[in-house]
């Protein structure tokens, strides 16, 4: 196998984009990565599309060939991966492998999602087409009805409280406030979703014992990164990227079925594959992407990949071992809950923010001093579909 | 313009005698405080600068909600509208949100407005609850008729509440109305309605003292921006 380089990443915000279709974000997206990898008249040989829904909520099927005709990039080869929230985390994967088997040079990686044009209650409604289809979707579950109970579980076994999940909140929200990419440029204060008596009608219940905080937005957006051989990459001689370690790993579909309901196998060993391939430990890692979709994901996920142990992710997080600065920084962009989160989108934007960190191009108060190596994790299903990459700066 | 008061006793309608409503203040999710009080009419023509640019947004019905809007405080300042009353979130002094709602009889609201003019925090839900209110605490109305022109103010209203339909035309385009009940009221109240009273006296001074506007770029991002809050 060839190493792979990310010699070019690129985002749009992400948000409510009532003017753009969702051709024309992933586009942008694309055009952004393809400019920042200095491509020129070069041509990319294929085109990876990570995207959950253009058939369900743009009644939009083949967009990876559509995207290629839009960019003039043809005959580049083009394929839709669709893996639920994992959709971005796949289309990368699959764009690792095809330059690193040999077969393509450069890969364009885009993942994109428009979930706003379609009301909240349809874009739950969406996400939940994900869940089984004969004992979840038929009696109502949603992913936040899931998230609730796993919840419920995971602070009844591992201790976890409400404040530590405000932490993570309150956390998120302010680095996306300092984001230009985040869907959320809000901060938001202890004393309004949780101390005031106000509390009560700022931050209402959305699935007990999760408040309406502890859940990421719906949103519009689209993220790309340009992937070529690492020796390629290094000719250019500035600083890039190397995908150093990739995992996936899947789950039983039902959380029922789960022998342990609050044990994420599949974070677990996603995450052990990739540092065992990019041969560093938890430890080694400088910055981390976590899919915090709810709040208690990204205590649960800092667990499971092994930052913390068991019943110590909360503890961290509200003692501030997880903020710029801490022991390990984790969702410095904000995270889903404020970056925001277009489900086929977030596995690659979660990277391009990673390569943000490593060419260390951050302005002060996002940036992590000295960032050497990142990983994500991209969460699919209810931890039943995930991948985790491990990428590492490479000096010129 | 010169006003004739014998003819305008003509043209203004009686009032229903309204107490007024005792300010509050509701603390936002991003820690601002918020005073929630009522304008009166000599307010308005400040008001109207925020409500202004906001005619021009189509995003989310603004458009419609805020010429409409626009209207009834034209309406309310001339005296032009039966026992109106119009009340007003501002933070920090600047006006973040308005609503306005009448009364149809002693018994039965009219609700008509609600415009956030900042977003994402909910102050278009406080101040829709400030106006039921008033309706139901403090004006001792039995109900009051709602509509909702767009789909946030359908889920805000008839979703949350929840709302009960009813085959009564409301004032604005003449659609069935959907009712709050004393009872639907008094169940949502622990949900729904936020806020401490009384408003400390600063707080209070500082909103008194002048009902500042943003600019109406600011406006406009806030309401129509990309983020879209």
């Known amino acids: 196998m060839r190493d792979v380089a990310i010699i070019g990443a690129g985002m749009i915000p992400f948000g409510r984009r009532d003017e753009d279709t969702l051709l024309e974000m992933l586009s942008y997206a694309s055009l952004k990565a393809l400019d920042d990898a200095g491509m020129g008249d070069k041509k990319v040989d294929a085109v990876y599309v990570g995207n959950m829904g253009a058939g369900i909520l743009q009644h939009q099927s083949s967009i990876a060939s559509s995207l290629v005709d839009r960019l003039s990039l043809l005959p580049a080869a083009a394929d839709v991966v669709e893996n639920g929230p994992a959709s971005g985390g796949s289309a990368l994967k699959n764009g690792f492998l095809a330059v690193a088997s040999g077969y393509y040079d450069y890969v364009l990686v885009v993942g994109g999602e428009k979930m706003r044009e379609v009301t909240g209650w349809r874009a739950t409604d969406f996400v939940a087409t994900m869940t089984h289809p004969e004992v979840e979707y038929p009696y109502g579950i949603t992913l936040p009805g899931m998230a609730g109970m796993f919840t419920q579980l995971y602070m009844e076994k591992w201790g976890v409280t409400r404040e530590h999940l405000l932490a993570v909140t309150l956390k998120n929200q302010e680095m996306g406030a300092l984001n230009p990419y985040a869907h959320v440029e809000m901060t938001l204060s202890r004393d309004g979703i949780f101390d005031s008596p106000d509390a009560v009608v700022n931050n209402p219940y959305a699935a007990s014992p999760l408040h309406l905080y502890d859940l990421c937005p719906v949103s519009d957006g689209a993220a790309a990164v340009i992937l070529c051989p690492l020796d390629v990459a290094k000719k250019r001689g500035k600083a890039c990227v190397q995908i150093v370690g990739f995992g996936q790993a899947t789950d039983t579909h039902t959380l029922q079925e789960r022998e342990d309901p609050t044990d994420l196998k599949a974070v677990t060993l996603a995450s052990q594959q990739a540092l065992e391939m990019a041969k560093l430990k938890p430890s080694d890692i400088s910055v981390a992407e976590l899919h915090d979709a709810f709040t208690i994901l990204e205590i649960a996920e800092s667990e499971h990949v092994g930052f913390f142990k068991k019943g110590e992710g909360g503890k961290a997080a509200a003692a501030g071992k997880t903020r710029l600065g801490g022991q390990i920084p984790i969702n410095v962009s904000g995270g889903l809950k404020a970056r925001g989160h277009p489900v086929g989108g977030t596995g690659v934007a979660q990277v391009v923010d990673i390569v943000f960190q490593l060419r260390h191009e951050l302005p002060e108060n996002r940036q992590v001093k000295d960032a050497k190596t990142g990983l994500t994790i991209n969460f699919g299903g209810f931890g039943n579909n995930v991948t985790c990459f491990v990428l590492k700066r490479i000096e010129p | ?229």
């Open chain 2, 1 to 229: 313009m010169p006003v004739d008061m014998e003819l305008e006793m003509f043209l203004r309608p009686k009032q229903y005698p309204m107490p007024p409503y005792p300010p509050k203040m509701i603390t936002l999710a991003n820690g601002k405080k918020m005073v929630v009080r009522q304008a009166k009419r000599e307010d308005v023509p400040a008001i109207l600068k925020s409500v202004h640019p906001c005619m021009f947004i189509k995003r989310d019905y603004y458009d419609i909600v805020s010429a409409r809007l626009y209207g009834e405080l034209l309406a309310f300042y001339y005296h032009r509208s039966k026992s109106q009353f119009v009340l007003m979130g501002q933070v920090d002094g600047f006006l973040v949100g308005v609503v306005n709602s009448r009364m149809e009889n002693e018994k039965v609201g009219m609700s008509y407005h609600t415009l956030a003019i900042d977003r994402g925090l909910r102050i278009g839900s406080h101040l829709f609850a400030a106006k039921m209110e008033y309706h139901m605490e403090y004006l001792n109305q039995e109900s009051v008729l709602i509509v909702a022109e767009s789909p946030i103010g359908f889920r805000r209203w008839m979703v949350e509440y929840p709302l009960e339909a009813t085959t009564i035309p409301h004032e604005l385009g003449g659609g069935d109305s959907y009712q709050l009940t004393r009872d639907i009221y008094f169940k949502a109240k622990p949900r729904l309605v936020a806020g401490v009273r009384p408003v400390p006296q600063d707080l209070l001074d500082e909103a008194e003292a002048e009902i500042k506007f943003a600019d109406d770029d600011t406006i406009r991002e806030r309401i129509a921006g990309l983020k879209g809050r």
